[in-house]
């Protein structure tokens, strides 16, 4: 987790977690050469007791000689305004905190996750039916972000903390079981480390298997989606190839991509339409679609409007971000710009038949959604050119129109 020269900023809570880190990093300041900040974030839920948690760390910073960085935040509030619980709102803000600094002192971030902490994580995550992502518990170095004490139970921290006089602060929330983690931490865990005295470093073994399966399927989830990959989604028989674990996993990143968290019953939805058809609203404005021969993830946004232009030597026009130019024009008809109506057709030169438009757009297996959108060149209800599908196969001679994306 730490190399030569490392700036570190820990994140100091003024728990005991939080303050043996501190306090180990000082320890291994001089043989790694580290340069050392904390960051504290005030969440304002407290009151008086919160102010007392500040004042301790900014206490305990000055008297070890590192420069603190401290905010406050209305987490109540945010939370409210989020609709989201005030962990989570907690939890994201801190992190924000976090990726600001790291990004403007170049630094790693040191968090205080113990096993005890992964151990909650993992029944936590169990709870709500987690896939082996969430089974995996908390990973001891991600991007940035490292957990030096992981490994470490909080029983242990605690005898730490009391060998070497190390003071710290006790969060009165931690006490209740108001919190989910708390009622684990009170109820759940007790109960399992009778069953298993060192549950917390089983736990912390099992994740450590489970990381290296989901990092397997993760690189053959990637090398199927490239395979799968086609010009308007995936191939579903591709996709219906795969062993069921390999899929999913390759869902579960389509659904990042997409802007939507991976659920296991949206998942299971989605891997049922790649069979047998159909589409699924996947929230935020994004759908699957599973239709001919292809999967593919729609995000409903409204198509920009188009009426027409008439084509001249010298049109030119900007539509959804692409640049349209007639450069040729040697034909006797008055053609105009437009997107698809009912009864279009054309005649396609090389195959001597006329073709509806629809026909031809289920032929050439364009996307509903996309179908709007395309330009076309037409005289009355008769095409002379389609855009990306047709300008050299269907369209006639002495017409060129060329196409960029801006």
């Known amino acids: 987790m730490l190399e030569k020269g490392d700036i570190v900023i820990v994140g100091l809570s003024g728990g005991a977690d939080s303050v043996s880190l501190l306090d180990s990093l000082i320890e291994l300041k ?18 008086a007791e919160a102010d007392s948690d500040e004042a301790f760390v900014r206490r305990l910073c000055g008297e070890k000689s590192i420069e603190l960085f401290c905010e406050r935040a209305d987490i109540r509030r945010l939370a409210r305004e989020k609709k989201i619980s005030e962990e989570l709102c907690g939890r994201e803000v801190r992190y924000e905190m976090f990726e600001r600094l790291s990004r403007r002192l170049n630094a790693k971030i040191a968090t205080a996750h113990t096993a005890s902490d992964n151990a909650e994580t993992v029944i936590f995550n169990l709870t709500r039916g987690a896939g082996i992502s969430g089974l995996s518990g908390i990973a001891p170095k991600r991007d940035n972000i490292i957990r030096p004490l992981i490994y470490v139970n909080r029983a242990e ?42 549950f917390e470093s089983t736990v912390s073994r099992e994740c450590e298997t489970l990381r290296e399966v989901n990092s397997f399927l993760k690189i053959k989830a990637d090398d199927a989606l ?37 659920d296991y019953k949206l998942i299971s939805l989605v891997d049922s339409i790649i069979r047998s058809g159909g589409a699924v609203n996947l929230g935020n404005g994004v759908r699957a679609v599973s239709k001919q021969s292809t999967l593919r993830f729609v995000t409903d946004e409204g198509t920009e409007q188009f009426s027409e232009i008439e084509l001249k030597s010298d049109t030119e026009f900007i539509y959804n971000k692409k640049q349209y130019s007639v450069k040729e024009l040697n034909i006797d008809k008055k053609l105009v710009f437009r997107t698809r109506r009912a009864g279009d057709f054309i005649r396609l030169k090389n195959r001597g038949v006329s073709k509806t438009i629809k026909k031809l757009f289920n032929e050439l297996h364009i996307p509903d959604e996309k179908r709007s959108a395309v330009m076309l060149a037409a005289s009355g209800s008769e095409v002379f050119w389609i855009e990306g599908y047709s300008t050299c196969k269907n369209a006639p001679s002495g017409l060129i129109i060329e196409v960029k994306n801006i």
């Open 30 to 47: 001089s043989e790694y050469d580290l340069t050392i900040y904390a960051a504290h974030l005030n969440h304002m839920l407290r009151g």
């Open 157 to 198: 921290v605690e005898a730490y903390c009391a060998k070497n006089a190390l003071d710290f602060v006790t969060d009165s929330t931690n006490l209740s079981d108001d919190y989910t983690r708390n009622k684990l931490r009170h109820s759940v865990i007790p109960v399992l480390k009778e069953l298993n005295p060192d």
């Open 226 to 262: 490239n395979a799968a990959l086609t010009e308007n989604g995936f191939d579903r028989k591709t996709l219906l190839a795969l062993p069921k674990a390999i899929r999913t996993e390759a869902l579960c990143r389509l659904f990042k991509e997409n802007g939507v968290q991976p």
